[in-house]
């Protein structure tokens, strides 16, 4: 049973030009040039599944991410969760939206608000929702703590105390605080070392299996991706290119772009020391 299901998605930027080109074009009627981030693309995640969606940078992995969790307008198609529309919503219903689908930020260094204590920042997405947990909040705080690996005397400190692996492991506690159904991690180990990606990237699969979470592993990194995800999708310049199973992804991959980007993935882990 499907989770999310996406169609025929596409999305254009206008290219940023100088203020006298746009009022030249404003005069003359000429319109703006632009570049497409997504065409069409449709796909659909299962529940309890991991979806990989690889691609390189400008692939629209990030503008796909942006668009799902309502920070970018589609140009056109559709997206449902649970077979509910999660576009043109007013807020309470995409509030309701947002409780069942939650986002892991690219950088633990910038998606934590650095003049807020931990206690804050994790208490915050209950407030907006009005949520009052059914324990008492300090030991429900303490209980999320620790189900990421977090000491519960973390409530107390700011995120400039932690390293970039607590920070994250921080920004996931706080997208489990409304027990999402779907979490979309987008790029969220590529900014760690590679000890602690894999720290997190186990993390990431206990609370998988143990929540029968599904989730959208977003990622540039071929090994990464395959390593966690059931199924991968690959974009490139905005298409949808291939779909494969990830245990597939070495032997079985048809697109001249997947296999372009394994050749790649292939030279510089044989190259570099």
């Known amino acids: ?24 074009n404003f005069f003359t009627r000429k319109q703006a040039p632009s570049f497409c981030a997504l065409n069409n693309v449709s796909f659909n995640v299962k529940k309890g599944e991991i979806l990989g969606i690889l691609g390189e940078s400008g692939s629209g992995k990030s503008t796909l991410a ?5 920070i970018y307008s589609p140009d056109s ?3 449902e969760l649970n077979s509910q ?5 007013n807020y309470s219903r995409r509030l309701k939206i947002l409780r069942k689908m939650q986002m892991v930020f690219q950088d633990p260094f910038s998606s934590l608000d650095p003049r807020m204590t931990v206690r804050r920042i994790l208490s915050e997405p209950l407030k907006i ?22 000491d519960p005397s973390a409530l107390n400190s700011y995120p400039s105390e932690f390293s970039g692996g607590q920070r ?11 027990n999402p159904e779907l979490l979309i991690a987008d790029e969220a180990v590529s900014a760690l070392d590679v000890s602690v990606q894999a720290q997190i990237l186990e993390l990431l699969l206990s609370l998988q299996k143990r929540r029968n979470l599904s989730l959208i592993f977003i990622s540039h990194d071929v090994a990464v991706v395959r390593q966690i995800s059931d199924r991968i999708i690959l974009l490139y310049k905005g298409r949808l290119v291939e779909e494969i199973d990830a245990d597939k992804l070495l032997t079985a991959a048809k697109h001249e772009y997947t296999k372009r980007l394994l050749e790649s993935a292939l030279y510089l882990r044989e190259n570099i020391t």
């Open 1 to 24: 049973m499907n989770i999310l299901e996406v169609n025929n998605i596409s999305k254009n930027f206008e290219i940023e030009q100088p203020i006298a080109v746009r009022i030249r």
């Open 66 to 70: 942006k668009i799902l969790m309502g």
């Open 77 to 79: 198609g559709t997206a």
């Open 85 to 89: 529309s999660i576009f043109n919503l």
């Open 129 to 150: 929702h009005g949520i009052k947990p059914e324990t008492h909040i300090e030991e429900f705080l303490a209980q999320r703590l620790k189900e990421v690996g977090m």
């Open 168 to 178: 994250q492991r921080i920004g996931i506690c706080r997208a489990l605080m409304l």
